[in-house]
């Protein structure tokens, strides 16, 4: 049961991790632009950051912590196929 939930835990990082990447790159394009005067559709990305952006941000470092814990349960879960490391 629980490698299912890292499974999907793992998966729903990446794509939350190429969305992030996604924004970040909107950014400096649209940052760019406007310090150019051209239109590259930085107004747009700053109505987007508290909506969309922000708990997207929120998200991965939640996902990155419970990855964590759930890879320090599953290293100490009785029966784990993993042996102990010293």
Do not use: Y
Request: glycine share 12%; proline share 7%; hydrophobic share 55%.
């Amino acid at each position: 049961m629980l490698e299912v939930i890292g499974r999907w835990v793992n998966w729903v990082l990446v794509a939350n991790s190429f969305l992030i990447f996604f924004g970040f790159a909107w950014f400096v394009v649209g940052l760019l632009g406007r310090s150019l005067d051209i239109p590259l559709g930085f107004d747009l990305w700053l109505r987007l950051w508290e909506p969309f952006f922000t708990p997207a941000l929120g998200l991965f470092m939640g996902g990155a912590i419970l990855s964590g814990i759930l890879g320090q349960v599953k290293k100490r879960w009785p029966g784990s196929s993993q042996p102990p490391k010293a």
